[in-house]
């Protein structure tokens, strides 16, 4: 998947995990097709992108609703795993990358044996997150440590690279803190201004979304 583009986003069930990944899609400028059989999840989002009232287990509907023009799409039904598996199945046949939230481990392993591409867990992974990981191809992780506080862990690379600590100044430019710095199996921490960041480098970083998504934006250029 290309990540480093405005992408288009299918995103089947609009309940608290899907209304998430919407929510951040959008912030990034991405189009996004949200998919309900529910009307009520889906007015929020009516004047913000497209929508589609209808059953993800019927092909046809997924078809008529524009599905195989999307990029990638998040299968986030949340009252039936019957139907996360049948339109899994559907979104594969139709040649789409899927995302599929699992309900438990054992549905987890269901749908990657339907031929899921990415299975993730509500318990450990917020739509919100998922977006972030499918839309930034550097960032291997993002995790909020407390009311807008986040930690990232980001792949070195583009206008980071070939520089020390010191002079990237990302305390100053940005509000963001390098924690640690992970070269192949050892690890630098504590860090200091001196370290220099090299090529395939995996930055621990703290800071504000904002700020770190500013960073990660600095991995796609050169």
Known sequence: MPRTRKMTFG??????????????????????????????CLEPFGSRCEVAVGNAEDITFLEEAGIKEVDAVIIAIGDSETSSNHATINCKDLGLYVVAKAFHATHGKILERLGADRV????????????RLLTRSAVLDMIELYEEVFMMELTAKGELVDKSLSKLNLTRRFGVQVVMIIRSKSTIFPVSATDEVYEGDILVLVGPHESLTKIARLTERD
């Open 11 to 40: 995103i089947i069930g609009i309940g608290r995990f899907g209304s998430g990944a919407a929510v951040e899609l959008l912030r990034h400028g991405h189009e996004v097709l949200l998919i309900d059989k529910d009307p009520t």
């Open 120 to 131: 993730v867990y509500p318990e450990r992974d917020s739509g919100m997150r998922l977006a």
